[in-house]
């Protein structure tokens, strides 16, 4: 069987698609019975168009005049962006036109107008590349684990804060050196804010969260926090008391039904599975109610792995065109009557770490202990550093399990009191 | 659309498939629009058909005759055993009955006849459940990669041994003590041979080798060692040279396209990402064209981590069966015109550790160099343990990459000398 793909994006990926289709194309031919053919592809770079014409018989600038071409089967997506593409998708299912994509952004922010649109036209809105790279945690989640209720799941879902977190931990470096660090070796951007600020983890984490338990959760109902603010001594104080930081994404779900979605650096046990996974890797942790926890690790970025995804939707969608009467899976949970309602980020409750900056004065510890006494906050440990400037003394504080409303009030009080010298670093712990 | 199981095995496995099955019947009716029902349940054992007979409309203690009733659609058999499993699965597919089974043996065996069969009858026979329990690394290998190929794969594959050999390194134990505890614990069984001496592991493995390069590989054709030779000396060794020892199932293809498919014992760097995993705990570890590195850890065994995998394959089916025309993938290489070539086990080169019981006389190891260095095996390390029994010396060279054939010849001629008092220890390292 023929299957004619169309590629938006000739970046990274776009030519890794094209690698891969190429390299196994006799392979998929012969041992699967599908000849996926690229028909047509498009750039709005004229020199990428030119650089790859030679690999398909159709070349356009337009997205829009490929998703309307009558040759072309499925469309794969892999331009990145997420308002143009929108509108090219929905021309793609209004032609009747399966969708392969990698992109989180896009479906993080339309999904809930992409995906019952797919459905409406019985086309398939696929997405394996758009989390994790080359880690298969959207078929883990749809297929594998469609008899478990997931108990919870956290992520390291963002190869470059990982890397910077990881050379911050290894060379006790600044953030901005190990920042610089991963700019040189491309993995970060020269506008990095759309990593470090925690954007891309959020979308993929809330594609995640809306796959564990069936309503669409929205980036906008989500706590985000970047790894701008954590620093050096942050990762020092870590070390010594047994963790280390990472950005995570995390979900999970109440009794009340109330789903918890965020990202934030944590201190996370270094006995924990997702503390060995250092560098660029990614890795999705998820606690199932049948399996138990699962670990995935592997690369999740790249022209390589993520292609990898693409090609293993493109197979998928291919065995269910092949039956001559394909059925979409039910994605109709991202449509706007199942819009989750998450847990309020004043409502969450765990353990904290916070560091304060204070003058080198008695009765300092008087009156901080005194402030979280009177907001009901219980403290599990109390660490000083002696050797440090003594208008600027760090002064750690563990608590035991408090409510996030409670640590802000108290925090409030205590970053008002003049012997405080900086706001306080609040790091959540997770377990 | 209603899909009608008979379910053969009413064991651990079985009364898992039933709990999922029950308890998740409403959400797949309504989400996915498959209405699972539990038909017919078989066992050979009166008592416990007694006990689950509310929960199937007919209950059979012959698994022909359930495989004959005209009313199932699908047979899970989850009973077990490697001879009549067979001819249940033959009369299965003679009435075009699809099956979904967690039988390795079975398959590892008997899958050159069975999915030929399955194949002429256009049935599908699914198997994420016979290997890794909950981790889904069959449907890794057959759909989420296979845009790669796969350059190798190692696994811990057998909760038993992983757990014997943790309890010894954490407990420095006695191998029997271990195995005690584990027996206790009923992580083994009372008669402990099919676990402990690598034979559940090398089914497993003949599967995902076969998987891996579309060619059968046959049980018989592996090189498999358990590990009831594994000392407390060994482990207690391995950790000063910062290695611990897992029994690896290991897979990888030469560039003559012969196949290695071993299960060991293995030396293995602390810092690999299967040296953390401990205890029960299942991990199979790829090396692939695209992705690179992947790690899947989780529940190897167990009651709910196997039947999630059974419900899975159930899912996948019902997706195809729900299209009216299903497809099978292609199974073909189980056939017996695909039986795939081994590499012959003195071929393998490889580094290995040697542990030899000497008496402590001058010239013991000038007399012990000089075979090694004749059989042209070349020396990394030396070690000697002094405090022990003069009799009865502990001696470990490490050795530089070595062809097993040569090692093999030169243990012959060095066990023959009169200063050496018991076999020598031979343990390959995994890199």
């Known amino acids: 069987m023929k299957i004619r793909v169309g590629l938006i994006g000739l970046g990274t990926v776009g030519s890794g698609v094209l690698d891969l289709l190429e390299q196994h194309r006799a392979f998929f031919t012969k041992e ?38 009558p040759n072309v089967d499925v469309i794969v997506e892999v331009a990145g962006g997420d308002t143009h593409p929108k509108a090219w998708l929905e021309s793609a299912f209004a032609h009747k036109k399966h969708v392969v994509t990698a992109n989180k952004a896009l479906l993080a922010k339309h999904g ?37 209720d997931i108990h919870g799941l956290a992520c390291i879902i963002n190869g470059t804060c990982n890397y910077i977190l990881t050379e911050m931990t290894r060379g006790k470096l600044p953030f901005a050196t190990a920042l610089q660090r ?17 954007t ?30 954590v620093s050096a001594m942050d990762i020092e104080m870590a070390e010594e008391l047994g963790f280390c930081i990472k950005l995570l994404g995390t979900v ?18 270094k006995r924990h599975q997702l503390a060995t996974v250092d560098g660029v890797l990614n890795a999705v942790f998820l606690k199932t109610s049948a399996v138990g926890p699962l670990l995935l690790t592997g690369a999740g970025a790249g022209k390589l792995p993520t292609a ?22 039910n ?34 510890l008087a009156k901080v202990t005194a402030i979280l006494g009177e907001e009901g906050i219980s403290i599990r440990a109390l660490m000083q550093k002696p050797e440090h ?13 408090a409510k996030n409303a409670h640590v802000r009030r108290a925090l409030q009080r205590i970053d008002a009191l003049d012997i405080i010298r900086a706001p306080t670093q609040v790091i959540r712990f997770y377990k």
Not at 344 to 353: A, G, K, R, S, V
Request: net charge negative.
């Open 32 to 69: 699967l019975g599908f000849d996926f053919e690229v028909v047509a592809i498009c750039s709005r770079s004229q020199a990428r168009l030119d650089r790859f014409k030679a690999r398909a018989p159709w070349a356009t600038r337009d997205p829009l005049a490929l998703a309307a071409n």
């Open 112 to 148: 809930k107008e992409l995906f019952p649109l797919a459905a409406k036209q019985g086309c398939f809105l696929l997405f394996e590349a758009a989390v994790g790279g080359g880690i298969p945690i959207i078929r883990t989640l749809q297929e594998s684990f469609i008899g478990n």
């Open 182 to 198: 991963a700019q040189e070796l491309g993995y970060a951007e020269a506008d990095p804010a759309f990593d470090i600020e925690g």
């Open 200 to 229: 891309d983890s959020a979308h993929k984490v809330a594609l995640l969260a809306s796959l564990c338990y069936g309503r669409r959760v929205d980036v906008e109902d989500m706590s985000v926090e970047g790894i701008t603010s």
């Open 252 to 269: 999970s779900q109440d009794k009340q039904g109330r789903i918890q979605a965020d990202v934030y650096p944590a201190l996370l046990e």
């Open 308 to 329: 990898s995804s693409v090609i293993s939707d493109l197979v998928a969608l291919a065995r269910q065109l092949a039956t001559g009467n394909p059925k979409p899976m």
């Open 331 to 364: 994605m109709g949970f991202f449509a706007d009557a199942h819009h989750a309602k998450l847990l309020p980020i004043d409502e969450l409750e765990t353990e904290f770490y916070l560091r304060l900056t204070a003058v080198d004065k008695p009765g300092v």
């Open 389 to 401: 400037d003594p208008e600027n003394v760090p002064v750690i504080f563990l608590t035991h399990t």
